[in-house]
């Protein structure tokens, strides 16, 4: 087993609860995809370092490259110096960027609708607009497990008046 491996199928399969077989399925699937893409040599790039750390390496990518950010439930797990830390790197790696260069993609738990189990995490987008301003959009509601999306009304049509990815 390699632990330091995400894609290790022993380490990455006892991160499903034994019950869960639809998503370790899915895990499964993204594994094969992963190491068959691997195998052709254009895999993408996966890297491992503390979350603080991450604006600082996500900046040093060239910027002709579109870096596609994805983060789920991992706030609630910082101190509160590294969350600051941690946000505002995020702020000044995206604003640093050419305008819609990069997209940051954040399922978070929103403590203010626990009582709503089913719409109790936020799915946000962030990225610099052409204007060259910070833009958050949510996007939709779902539990931090998602497996039904409250699409925010409009926001689908919003964003994709917003956002234009770089070489598209």
Same mark, same amino acid.
């Given at each position: 087993?390699?632990?330091?491996?995400?894609?290790?199928?022993?380490?990455?399969?006892?991160?499903?609860?034994?019950?869960?077989?639809?998503?370790?399925?899915?895990?499964?699937?993204?594994?094969?995809?992963?190491?068959?893409?691997?195998?052709?040599?254009?895999?993408?790039?996966?890297?491992?370092?503390?979350?603080?750390?991450?604006?600082?390496?996500?900046?040093?990518?060239? $910027?002709?490259?579109?870096?596609?950010?994805?983060?789920?439930?991992?706030?609630?797990?910082?101190?509160?110096?590294?969350?600051?830390?941690?946000?505002?790197?995020?702020?000044?790696?995206?604003?640093?960027?050419?305008?819609?260069?990069?997209?940051?993609?954040?399922?978070?738990? $929103?403590?203010?609708?626990? $009582?709503?189990?089913?719409?109790?995490?936020?799915?946000?987008?962030?990225?610099?607009?052409?204007?060259?301003?910070?833009?958050?959009?949510?996007?939709?509601?779902?539990?931090?497990?998602?497996?039904?999306?409250?699409?925010?009304?409009?926001?689908?049509?919003?964003?994709?008046?917003?956002?234009?990815?770089?070489?598209?």
């Amino acid at each position: 087993m390699n632990a330091r491996c995400w894609c290790s199928p022993p380490f990455a399969t006892t991160c499903i609860w034994p019950s869960d077989r639809p998503r370790l399925s899915r895990l499964e699937q993204a594994i094969e995809a992963f190491i068959a893409r691997a195998a052709r040599g254009d895999a993408p790039t996966l890297e491992s370092c503390s979350l603080p750390r991450a604006p600082g390496r996500l900046s040093s990518l060239p $910027d002709n490259l579109f870096v596609l950010c994805i983060q789920t439930i991992v706030r609630d797990y910082l101190t509160a110096a590294e969350r600051e830390t941690y946000e505002t790197g995020m702020q000044a790696f995206l604003l640093k960027r050419p305008p819609h260069s990069a997209l940051v993609v954040e399922l978070e738990v $929103d403590l203010g609708s626990l $009582d709503v189990p089913a719409q109790s995490a936020m799915l946000v987008l962030r990225f610099a607009s052409a204007e060259g301003k910070l833009q958050t959009m949510l996007m939709a509601r779902t539990h931090p497990h998602p497996r039904q999306l409250f699409i925010n009304p409009g926001a689908v049509d919003a964003f994709t008046d917003a956002f234009t990815p770089v070489g598209a």
